[in-house]
């Protein structure tokens, strides 16, 4: 499985961007997907994710502002970012386990400027 994340960019406070995670591998539609934040000099963080059934969480920091979805005939998930901070300014990454393999994507990178 390749996991390939796109959609970052530099915004304004307030403004919205959508990421996504696009996967090759059959095992995609099957398995959770996560997207999981670092910011510098800091520790990666949790911050959503999508169960294959569709179900939902999101860390506190992101709740009511980001909505994580997933096309599983596109085998992508997507991460609606809305009202953003500068303290989400972060390199995104998403997430695929197994119950005997992980999978990272590349990563891209999200700069909201005040």
């Known amino acids: 499985v390749q996991l390939q994340a796109s959609g970052g960019g530099l915004v304004q406070v307030g403004e919205s961007l959508r990421l996504s995670c696009a996967a090759s591998?059959?095992?995609?539609?099957?398995?959770?997907v996560r997207w999981y934040r670092q910011a510098p000099g800091k520790q990666r963080e949790w911050a959503a994710v999508?169960?294959?059934?569709?179900?939902?969480n999101y860390a506190d920091s992101v709740k009511g502002r980001f909505t994580i979805s997933r096309d599983n005939a596109k085998n992508t998930v997507y991460l609606q970012m809305d009202s953003l901070k500068p303290e989400d300014t972060a390199v995104y990454y998403c997430y695929l386990s197994t119950s005997s393999e992980t999978y990272w994507g590349q990563g891209t990178l999200v700069t909201v400027s005040s």
């Open positions: 591998g059959s095992i995609f539609s099957i398995n959770a």
């Open positions: 999508i169960t294959s059934f569709g179900t939902t």
